[in-house]
């Protein structure tokens, strides 16, 4: 039984014992008044057993999502807190292959020749409380995406260490956002146009551009500190832009918005 569903089993059990007590006369107290710092008693056990007792086992999960003859392809993934790693995979016919510890939840929709794919982690996790989480369940994903077809890429992620290795995909449209987390994106390196659009916030964010990859940079953010490398893109105005953009057969145009932390552009 999941940590979770074995709380709130517990408190469940709790309540309508105390509230049978109250009913057959055997307990003649304020039930309600010793509903709720019972709870508390129980989340504070459960906290301490997160920490001592550290992660279980988790389950891992070999995932193939296939292409079914799609030429272009959305995927969305929603993560939470753990470790994600997202590279280029190129067996013909799949656009997911993975490993997914601590589980997978997905879902496939299509649109014409487009392949919409969401990932999550499972749903019932999604309402265990975060000291649940570090103490009990690990989520370590390993995503391979195909390099064959151009796709739409949308990233979501907690309290995470994520690596986005794009480098022989051909992500033409990138969405990242992240919270609390340590971030490392290469961007790819022959996807031709692709927009990113970057939401960050307290997190250190490394962003990567290939050599002989031409980026327009937009910044703004409240505490974040922001660094680019000012010899490939120079400060012009707002924005910060490699010299020989317009022409690039292969560039990049990224808006980052940053709340606190560092951001990173090489």
Known sequence: MRRSGLFWGTVLILIGALLLLNTLGILKVNVWGLIWPSILILLGLSALWG??????????????IPLEGASRAKVRVSFGAGRLAI??????????????????DFKT???????????????????????????????????????????????????SQSQLDLTDLRVTDLKLEVGASNTEVTMPAGAGNTKADIDAGAATVKIRIPSGVAARIRFSGGAATFTAD??????????????????????VEMRIDAGAGTVDVR
Do not use: C
């Open 51 to 64: 920490a001592f007792a550290g992660p279980r086992h988790a389950e891992v999960r070999q995932a193939v």
């Open 230 to 251: 000012s010899s490939r893109f120079p400060r012009m105005g707002d924005y910060y832009q490699s010299p020989d953009y317009e022409g690039a057969p292969n560039k």
């Open 87 to 104: 590279r280029s995979h190129s067996s013909p016919g799949e656009l997911v292959n993975g490993s997914f510890e601590g589980g997978l």
């Open 109 to 159: 929709d299509r649109d014409g020749d487009t392949l919409k794919v969401k990932m999550r982690v499972p749903y019932e996790d999604m309402w265990a409380f975060p000291w649940m989480w570090w103490g009990g369940r690990r989520f370590e994903w390993s995503v391979g995406l195909s390099n064959q077809i151009p796709l739409d890429l949308r990233v979501e992620a907690g309290a």
